[in-house]
C-alpha cells in the first residue's frame, strides 16, 4: 500500500477520493483511445499547456497553495472550451479528462525522476475539479442549451465565471476534507484557510481559464501564448513572495536558537513548541495570519531568557516564581519588538507569563505548551506527568480548554510531534 509523506497508510477519505479520480481517469482515456480524439489539433494545444504548468512547478515551495496555476488554468479553459475561432469544438467531458491525466502524466516523467513529483492527492483533486467543471458545463454546451439560455454575451460570461466560482469552492471543500482526515485537525478552520486561498492565486486562476476560453473561442488557439503571460508573472511574483516568507521564517527560527546555542534551554525546545502551538492553536479554531503569529511567538517565546545571569536548569521557566517568569517575558517582548517582527508576536511573548484569564488564546496556547515541554524534561516529570501537573494547574496558570486540546493532539500525534516537510 502506498504511504503519505508522514509515513503513515492514507486515509480511507484519501483512499476514496484518488479512487474516484483514477476511475475517471480511466474511464476518459479508454473512452477517447476507443472513439478517438475530436479536434486533435485542440486537444494537443491544451495538453502542452497543461504539460508546461505542470512543468514550472520545479523549484516550487512547500508553502505554495497552487504549484502550477498555469496548468490548472489551461485545464479549466479546456473543460469550458465551446468553441474556438468562432468554431463549435467537438470534445467532451471524457477527453477533458483524458488530456489532462494525459499531460500530468508526462509531466510526471522528469519530475518523479527528481523525486519532486506531485503527490497523488493533489494530482487526484486536480482530476475532480476539473471533471466537475466539465460535467457542469460540456453537456449543456453540446446540447445547444447554452447558447439558447444565455446567449453569446456577458451572460455567458458570468455563467463562466459562476462555473469556476463553484469549481473552486469545490476544490477547496475537498482540499480540506484531506487535510483533515490526514491531521484530524478541526474541518472548519481548515476550510477557512483554503477559501482565503481563493482571494489570491485562486482567483488569477480563475480570471485566466474563463479569458483563455473566451479568447479561444473568438480567436482559436493563437490567443492561448498571450494570454499565458499575465498568469506566468503572476506565477513568479508569488514564488518571489512565498521565497521572501520562507526565509523570514527561518531567520526567526535561526533568532530563536540563540537561547539553545547559549546554554539557555535544552536543544530543540523552541522547534518542538512551535510544532505542538500550531496544532493545539488549530484544535482550537485558529487559522491564517493567527497561526502564523502563534508559531512566531512560540518560536521566541524563550528569547528573554538571554537576560539571565545563570541558565535555568534545564531552561525550565515553567517551574520559576510568578514573577520571574514575568520579567523574564516582558524582556523577550522587548528583544521581539527590536527585531522588526510583527507587535502581535511581542505581545504574545509579553502576556506568555499572565494569569490564563488576562490573556489572548494565543499567549494562553504559548504558556501552556512550554510548560508541557518543561515539565517534560527527564529530570522532572515526564509526559504523563507534565499534563496532569498542568490539569491541576488549571485555576489560575492554564487554561483548562487548551491543556485539553494539547492532551487531544498528543494523544494522535505522540509526544514529540516533528514540523512538515
Excluded: K
Excluded at 511567538?297 to 516564581?321: E, F, K, R, Y
Amino acid at each position: 500500500m502506498s504511504r503519505d509523506r508522514a509515513g503513515a497508510p492514507p486515509s480511507p477519505v484519501a483512499l476514496a477520493v484518488r479512487g474516484t479520480a483514477a476511475l475517471f481517469a480511466v474511464a476518459g482515456l479508454a473512452h477517447t483511445f476507443w472513439y478517438g480524439v475530436h479536434d486533435p489539433g485542440h486537444a494537443l494545444a491544451f495538453g502542452v499547456l497543461i504539460t508546461v504548468g505542470e512543468l514550472a512547478r520545479w523549484g516550487a515551495l512547500p508553502a505554495e497553495r497552487e504549484p502550477a496555476p498555469l496548468g490548472a488554468a489551461g485545464a479549466l479553459a479546456y473543460a469550458l472550451l465551446g468553441r474556438s475561432g468562432g468554431t463549435a469544438t467537438g470534445h467532451g467531458v471524457l477527453q477533458v479528462i483524458a488530456v489532462l491525466v494525459a499531460a500530468q502524466l508526462v509531466a510526471c516523467v522528469p519530475q518523479v525522476a527528481r523525486g519532486t513529483g506531485p503527490g497523488p492527492d493533489r494530482m487526484a483533486r486536480r482530476i475532480l475539479s476539473v471533471t466537475f467543471a466539465a460535467v457542469c458545463f460540456q453537456p449543456l454546451y453540446n446540447s445547444g442549451r447554452t447558447a439558447s439560455w444565455f446567449g453569446e454575451g456577458p451572460y455567458y460570461v458570468l455563467v463562466l465565471l459562476l462555473l469556476l466560482v463553484l469549481t473552486a469552492l469545490c476544490d477547496a471543500v475537498l482540499a480540506a476534507l484531506l487535510l483533515h482526515s490526514r491531521t484530524r485537525h478541526p474541518y472548519p478552520p481548515l476550510l477557512r484557510d483554503q477559501l482565503r486561498g481563493l482571494v489570491g492565486i485562486g482567483s488569477a486562476v480563475c480570471a485566466t481559464g474563463v479569458v483563455m476560453a473566451l479568447g479561444v473561442a473568438v480567436a482559436g488557439l493563437w490567443a492561448l501564448p498571450v494570454l499565458c503571460v499575465p498568469l506566468l508573472l503572476t506565477q513568479v511574483s508569488f514564488r518571489r513572495f512565498v521565497a521572501v516568507r520562507t526565509t523570514y521564517r527561518q531567520t526567526i527560527a535561526s533568532l530563536a536558537r540563540a537561547t539553545e546555542i547559549a546554554g539557555y534551554t535544552p536543544h530543540g525546545h523552541a522547534r518542538r513548541v512551535a510544532v505542538l502551538c500550531r496544532a493545539v492553536g488549530r484544535e482550537l479554531g485558529l487559522s491564517g495570519s493567527q497561526l502564523t503569529v502563534l508559531e512566531y511567538a512560540a518560536l521566541m517565546h524563550d528569547i528573554g531568557q538571554l537576560s539571565l545571569v545563570d541558565p535555568v536548569p534545564d531552561g525550565a521557566t515553567a517551574t520559576l516564581p510568578a514573577a520571574e517568569q514575568r520579567r523574564i517575558a516582558l524582556l523577550g517582548g522587548a528583544v521581539v519588538r527590536q527585531t522588526g517582527v510583527d507587535a502581535e508576536v511581542a505581545v504574545v511573548v509579553e502576556r506568555q507569563a499572565d494569569p490564563y484569564r488576562e490573556q489572548p488564546l494565543s499567549a494562553r496556547i504559548v504558556r501552556t505548551v512550554n510548560a508541557y515541554d518543561d515539565l517534560c524534561g527527564e529530570s522532572l516529570i515526564g509526559p504523563l506527568g507534565a499534563l496532569e501537573q498542568l490539569r491541576l494547574g488549571t485555576a489560575h496558570d492554564y487554561q483548562p480548554e487548551v491543556v485539553e486540546s494539547l492532551a487531544r493532539v498528543l494523544s494522535r500525534s505522540g509526544p514529540a510531534p516533528v514540523l512538515p516537510g
